[in-house]
């Protein structure tokens, strides 16, 4: 499966209707960004089972801004609606698919419990 572009209007839509959805906040300036974009574009061709979103921060500077998306490229993972995983800079192959397999792995009713327990 290829990537999609979200945009501000379909962000919630796509988590909502996902298991799980990798968001690449990227820019046509950015140089690790095109660097990231084949290996990020080769993983979702490997993971039909998983949504490869890309959000243009020049576009959409507002969905970038509630993201509190700093630097770029930022990949973030979201299982069950939840924000399991975001970290800026180009990953490897080795790299996302390590990311990959552990936001598979994750129990989200223990994430749930564990985040119940954090102070507010």
């Known amino acids: 499966m290829a990537?999609?572009?979200v945009t501000e209007q379909s962000f919630a839509k796509t988590l909502e209707n996902n298991d799980i959805v990798f968001v690449d906040f990227w820019a046509a300036w950015?140089?690790?960004?095109?660097?990231?974009?084949?290996?990020?574009g080769a993983a979702a061709e490997r993971h039909p089972d998983i949504t490869f979103a890309k959000v243009d921060t020049?576009?959409?500077q507002a969905l970038a801004a509630a993201a509190s998306i700093r630097s770029i490229p930022t990949l973030m993972a979201f299982k069950d609606k939840t924000l399991v995983f975001s970290?800026?800079?180009?990953?490897?192959?080795?790299?996302?698919?390590?990311i990959?397999?552990?936001?598979?792995?994750?129990?989200?009713?223990?994430v749930r419990?564990?985040?119940?327990?954090?102070?507010?």
Do not use: H, S, W
């Open 30 to 40: 950015c140089g690790p960004c095109r660097t990231f974009a084949p290996t990020y």
């Open 87 to 98: 970290q800026p800079g180009a990953l490897n192959a080795t790299g996302l698919e390590e």
């Open 3 to 5: 990537t999609i572009d």
């Open 58 to 60: 020049e576009a959409e």
């Open 100 to 110: 990959i397999q552990e936001v598979k792995k994750l129990d989200m009713d223990k």
């Open 113 to 120: 419990a564990d985040a119940a327990q954090q102070p507010a």
